[in-house]
């Protein structure tokens, strides 16, 4: 090509550039969702926030982009996830699973809107001033899983009236893992029963406990409330089923999976509301003035197959509070 006839393909193009840039349509506004678990078990709660958002009035692709970001069960990459989503100026942080994930947001930053669904007490944590009036950045749903914590061992005494000795998984990275022992063992104290506290923070520490398991000769496993646990729960309900033991879980999705009871409020009502919030936000509203709000709808979930592979009867006053029964 010759020089003259490059200047004057260059210069066409230029003249064009304008009208490219003129036509491209302005961004949607980002929501970036950042989960302390992992993605494959947690279809549902994409679900769930997706139908909360277009119950708003949201679609993702249409007038709003979202993004899933997922830690894995490694808290330590939450600081670095947040402050990537700040870098990209995104319109409003949906911090899940737990408090780790808001924690490390509203450390990223003091104006980017933080809505977080989480188990932890937000005001004991430092995440909002109070429930009514959260004040700063951040506001969202929580389940306070340490007061479902103590029901859980009336309902497994309930279904086990003669065990005497329980193990408890907990994950010991969870910020509210201390909490919520401590609420077990003194509920189970009450009850007569035996604690034995079981830590996992990885896969490989999850199949360690299989020898742990054989050796107390505990009638039931019950599983702390915890994001990486609750997404390790197939694992979970194989390592019990290996040791003939009920496993007692701590969200509805343990029952579906084989585990034979679980007693929770509703995950899925909790990142529906969560997903109101935000579209609230971007629509102009302030998190400082949305009142940190409570699930009020709990769920009884009894899986009678599992209980009756493992032998077990389980009580009628039981099945009658059930909220769904799996036979």
Wanted: contains cysteine; negative net charge.
């Amino acid at each position: 090509m010759r020089r003259r006839q490059f200047i004057a393909l260059l210069g066409g193009a230029a003249a064009a550039w304008p009208l490219v840039v003129s036509a491209q349509q302005p961004a949607l506004p980002l929501i970036g969702i950042m989960h302390a678990a992992s993605a494959a078990p947690n279809g549902y709660i994409v679900d769930a926030i997706l139908q909360g958002l277009n119950t708003a009035g949201l679609v993702d692709g249409q007038n709003v982009a979202v993004e899933f970001h997922w830690a894995e069960g490694n808290y330590d990459r939450l600081p670095a996830m947040a402050e990537n989503l700040v870098r990209r100026h995104v319109a409003v942080i949906f911090a899940c699973g737990g408090a780790a994930p808001a924690l490390a947001a509203k450390a990223a930053t003091p104006t980017i809107p933080i809505i977080f669904v989480s188990g932890d007490d937000p005001v004991q944590s430092g995440l909002v001033r109070s429930l009514n009036e959260p004040g700063g950045n951040v506001t969202g749903v929580v389940f306070f899983n340490s007061a479902l914590a103590a029901k859980r061992i009336e309902i497994l005494h309930e279904l086990l009236p003669s065990a005497s000795v329980i193990a408890y998984l907990v994950n010991p990275n969870g910020p509210n893992a201390a909490q919520e022992t401590n609420d077990v063992l003194t509920a189970a104290s009450k009850l007569g029963l035996t604690i034995h506290v079981l830590d996992a923070s990885t896969e490989r520490e999850i199949d360690e406990t299989q020898t742990k398991l054989s050796q107390l000769h505990a009638s039931a496993l019950l599983t702390q409330a915890d994001p990486f646990l609750g997404g390790q729960r197939a694992r979970i309900i194989a390592l019990a089923a290996r040791n003939a033991l009920p496993v007692f879980g701590s969200i509805p999705e343990y029952v579906n999976e084989g585990a034979v009871i679980s007693y929770s409020t509703s995950n899925r009502d909790a990142y529906r509301q969560a997903s109101i919030y935000v579209a609230r936000v971007l629509k102009g509203e302030s998190p400082a003035n949305l009142p940190v709000t409570q699930p009020t709808k709990f769920e009884l979930t009894i899986n009678l197959n599992a209980a009756k592979a493992l032998g077990l009867t389980v009580p009628p006053s039981l099945i009658a509070r059930a909220d769904e029964v799996i036979e």
